[in-house]
């Protein structure tokens, strides 16, 4: 069993920046079977998509959208993964979701943070 929990959504205004942060907890078992964890979001009407991903070791993968103004970043010891959100655009109010596929076993998801961007 892993819990996920988000922080860190909230208003900002176009060209804001915000940092969400994401904590995993559970098993040691559960926690060293993680490898890899990011974020998807889910705007209204419309498909929950990946944001971005980040393994253990470091690698990255990145949705087009974000590309230059999102980073992704993980701290192994803290079991936490962040996302640094640059330039933010209308079209990217979101609910931002935490996610953690835990092989074996199942993906777990967080409950979601909203971040709303204003014109």
């Known amino acids: 069993q892993v819990q996920l929990v988000e922080s860190g959504g909230g208003l900002v205004q176009a060209g804001g920046s915000l940092r969400l942060s994401c904590a995993a907890s559970?098993?040691?078992?559960?926690?060293?079977?993680?490898?890899?964890m990011g974020w998807y979001r889910q705007a209204p009407g419309k498909q929950r998509e990946l944001v971005a991903t980040?393994?253990?070791?470091?690698?990255?993968n990145y949705a087009d959208f974000v590309k230059g103004r999102f980073t992704i970043s993980r701290d192994n010891a803290k079991n936490t993964v962040y996302l640094h959100m640059n330039t933010l655009k209308p079209e990217d109010t979101a609910v931002y979701y935490c996610?953690?596929?835990?092989?074996?076993?199942?993906?777990?998801w967080g409950k979601g943070t909203l971040v709303t961007v204003s014109s």
């Open positions: 559970g098993s040691m078992f559960s926690m060293f079977s993680i490898n890899r």
């Open positions: 980040i393994t253990r070791g470091g690698v990255i």
């Open positions: 996610y953690a596929p835990v092989p074996g076993d199942m993906d777990y």
